[in-house]
């Protein structure tokens, strides 16, 4: 909060950005390790059907609201 406010806020953000960046991939990476490939191998067809519903599931949701949604008439 405080060097938000400061003159070398911009200075700071700028050389903080690559560790924010080294860390986002070492957490994605760690995750990655934690996941066991026989199991996701075992559990194909179940991964396959949850990814296609929530990939449908979304398109069919925002074409919904699309839908619903009031329609602006322009004169």
Known sequence: MI???????HQV???IVPFRDI??????V????LVDPAAVWS???EILALTAL???GKGVITL???LCSPRRHEP
């Open 43 to 45: 559990e194909v067809w």
């Open 23 to 28: 860390f986002a991939v070492l957490f994605f």
């Open 13 to 15: 953000g700028a050389e």
């Open 3 to 9: 060097l938000g406010e400061s003159d070398i806020s």
């Open 30 to 33: 760690s995750v990655g390790m």
């Open 64 to 66: 919904l609201l699309g």
């Open 54 to 56: 929530i990939v449908i």
